[in-house]
């Protein structure tokens, strides 16, 4: 039984750093590509980056481009996102996501299975 597990998330204020991780358990880790998405409130859920089973491959949304990174350690079946420099805008419920595939897919359809979401509120 494949299980992801989000954390992380939290309160931090505008300009500030969170770094969020997701555990993979079930799976084959390496040969999995993961991403994650986020949802706001009275919004769809959207893509923020996602990352190969490789580690080699990345991909942004242009929102966070330049202020979030995704690495994965696959000794431990764990990738984590670094946000830096939040903003108001991140604030969501971020989900990790993974694929039975090493090539990483931008959109939800793409992903197989879905953590629970962990939420990261911005304080302006």
């Known amino acids: 039984q494949v299980q992801l597990v989000e954390s992380g998330g939290g309160l931090v204020q505008a300009g500030g750093s969170l770094r969020l991780s997701c555990v993979v358990s079930g799976r084959t880790f390496r040969s999995c590509a993961v991403g994650w998405f986020r949802q706001a409130p009275g919004k769809e859920r959207e893509f923020v980056t996602a990352i190969s089973g490789s580690g080699l491959h990345i991909y942004y949304a242009d929102s966070v481009k330049g202020r979030f990174t995704v690495s994965r350690d696959n000794a431990k079946n764990t990738v984590h996102l670094q946000m830096n420099n939040v903003k108001y805008e991140d604030t969501a419920v971020y989900y990790c996501?993974?694929?039975?595939?090493?090539?990483?897919?931008?959109?939800?359809?793409?992903?197989?299975?879905w953590g629970q979401g962990t939420q990261v509120t911005v304080s302006s």
């Open positions: 996501a993974a694929r039975d595939t090493v090539a990483l897919g931008t959109t939800k359809t793409a992903y197989d299975y």
